[in-house]
């Protein structure tokens, strides 16, 4: 690894641990929530942002025919 | 003809490597101390799937050698800054880092810095530039540009939610983001009850507060699982997407609100089209553009343009048709023409003003539609100084000159009461004559049924 060109702060190399349990709470209580409003048909779709996800797919394909 | 080689005036501060210009190209040197890293991304199709997806800029391999690789990155003709982005473009931006900071996660790797200036627009859509912004995943470790992402992302873009989008001329400011303790003492106390807020920001700005004074590094960081870290960069995600301002001013009304009909406006735009296909185009700008409406009766003449507002509802209502039409040939950002974006950073080069951006972007023709009364008018700004700032970059200007009769001109002129006098100025014929100070007038024509009059100006002494 590259030594660093910027200081990362402490307190914010800390205080990830604690960001992450939050996050994991509240993603975990939102999943409960999606699984319960779907269940009850309430869920509506949201497509005005992209998925965080990145599609390989095409780019696997693409790669197959490169090769 | 000699090559001038000199390094990009942004690019010291990351050892992995900087990018020069050769001649007229930009291209990256990588030092050897990156090639294991550089390799790698290649060799895994990492960067390839970046690419494919339209996420990272493009750019060939131009030559190898023991101790550097030099890479050219597809051009892009005009670098917009966090500072003239509307709230939209921000937080798209904001996104894009995330989504590829989780994606370099699952092979393997990080972002090494999560820097706002790490990203900009082209063709439509936000990508990132920098190329050598990855590095190994360290198994156990926290994501060191985290703090970098708070401050310059998530902290800018909760503070224009709540104080409105002018707060992100603070990041003229402060070149490596607001200050985390600034960020927080600016939000309401009820962000205190958020979830996502308390954490990421009040929080870290007390853990940086009661850090800062480890001179030796001694305190002990503890480990970070991968799937906490991408708990965090999910939550974050959410977050964001979700985020909007709080006082969303009425956009979208201008022109129903403008004092001509719709003859005129019809007229107005055969005019603009008739002029920019006889200039034979390549680059346009349109400064003070709106959502451009303007722009775009002549977007499939133009290859690239660029369309400026001092209003960021205007911008993001454009970036917004942009990206729902998925145009590629218009780049909106925000610029006050009374205080455009400086130099800044170290030398005050580091990012470089706008006025000396538009000069090395040399429009064949810029557009300033209904702007000359604000300059004039608002900003108290003569002619002669106005036409001397279009000037410094414009091969030919399209103005249009409302007469002292044109309602808006007629309320501006209302608003000076007694010093309304010191404005006799604002007529034809002293705008021709401070014009002619730097442009040789080609075409002039009255716009019926209205109190305006457009212009069609060479500039006298451009360097092309």
């Known amino acids: 690894m590259n030594f660093l060109y910027f200081d990362p702060g ?58 | 003809m000699t090559k001038t080689s000199k390094t990009h005036e942004a690019s010291f501060r990351d050892p992995s490597g900087y990018i020069y210009h050769d001649g007229n190209i930009l291209r990256r040197k990588i030092n050897p101390i990156y090639f ?36 050219t990155p597809e051009h892009i003709p005009f670098i917009t800054n966090p500072y003239e982005w509307g709230f939209e473009q921000y937080k798209q931006a904001a996104l894009l880092t995330l989504k590829i900071q989780k994606f370099a996660l699952s092979k393997g790797f990080i972002l090494k810095d999560a820097s706002a200036y790490n990203v900009t ?44 989008n002018e707060v992100f001329n603070m990041l003229q400011a402060y070149i ?15 962000t205190k009850l958020s979830s996502v807020l308390y ?24 480990k970070l699982s991968l799937k906490a870290q991408n708990n965090i960069i999910e939550s974050l995600y959410n977050f964001i997407s979700k985020l909007s301002l709080k006082e969303v001013s009425e ?65 993001d209502a454009n970036f917004l048709q942009i990206l729902k039409n998925k145009e590629d040939n218009i780049l909106p950002f925000v610029c006050d023409v009374l205080q455009p974006a400086p130099g800044i ?13 538009l000069t090395e972007y040399k429009p064949d023709v810029t557009m300033a539609l209904a702007l000359i009364h604000h300059i004039t008018l608002s900003g108290n700004v003569p002619f002669k100084k106005s036409a001397a700032f279009f000037a410094k970059f414009s091969k030919n200007l399209i103005i249009e000159f409302p007469k ?56 006298k002494n451009y360097d092309s």
């Open chain 2, 345 to 357: 950073g170290f030398n005050n080069t580091e990012r470089e003003s706008l006025i000396h951006r």
């Open chain 1, 10 to 67: 402490l307190g914010a190399m800390i205080v990830q641990a604690i960001v992450a349990v939050a996050a994991g709470v509240l993603l975990f209580s939102k999943n409960v929530l999606y699984k319960v409003k779907s269940f009850f048909g309430l869920v509506k779709k949201d497509d005005s942002y992209d998925s965080i996800d990145v599609d390989e797919e095409d780019t696997e394909e693409t790669n197959d025919k490169n090769q």
């Open chain 2, 199 to 222: 954490p990421n920001i009040h929080l870290l700005a007390k853990m940086e507060s009661r850090h800062s004074e480890d001179y030796k590094a001694e305190t002990k960081i503890a």
């Open chain 2, 251 to 315: 956009w979208g009304d201008y022109y129903s609100k403008t004092n001509y009909n719709e003859t005129a406006f019809n007229t107005k735009k055969d005019l603009i089209r008739n002029w920019v296909s006889s200039l034979n185009a390549k680059k346009l700008i349109d400064i003070g553009g709106n959502d451009g409406t303007f722009a775009r009766t002549v977007q499939d003449l133009v290859p690239h343009i660029m369309v400026t507002d001092i209003d960021s509802n205007a911008v």
């Open chain 2, 36 to 71: 294991p890293q550089y390799k790698k991304l290649k060799d895994s199709g990492f960067f390839k799937t970046l690419i494919k997806n339209n996420l990272l800029i493009s750019h060939e391999e131009t030559s190898v050698s023991e101790d550097q690789i030099i890479i």
């Open chain 2, 121 to 164: 627009f082209h063709k439509g859509k936000p990508i990132f530039i920098d190329t050598l912004s990855f590095d190994f995943y360290e198994e156990g470790s926290p994501w060191r540009a985290y703090k970098q992402f708070i401050t310059h992302f998530l902290g800018p873009l909760v503070l224009a939610r709540y104080h409105g």
């Open chain 2, 176 to 190: 490596d983001g607001i200050p985390v303790k600034m960020i927080s003492s600016m939000l309401p106390p009820k």
């Open chain 2, 404 to 459: 002292r009769e044109d309602s808006w001109v007629t309320s501006l002129l209302v608003r000076k009461r007694e010093f309304i006098n010191y404005f006799d100025f604002y007529n034809q014929s002293e705008f021709e004559k401070g014009y002619s100070h730097f442009f040789t007038l080609l075409k002039k024509e009255e716009l019926t049924e209205t109190k305006r009059v457009m212009y069609l100006f060479e500039n």
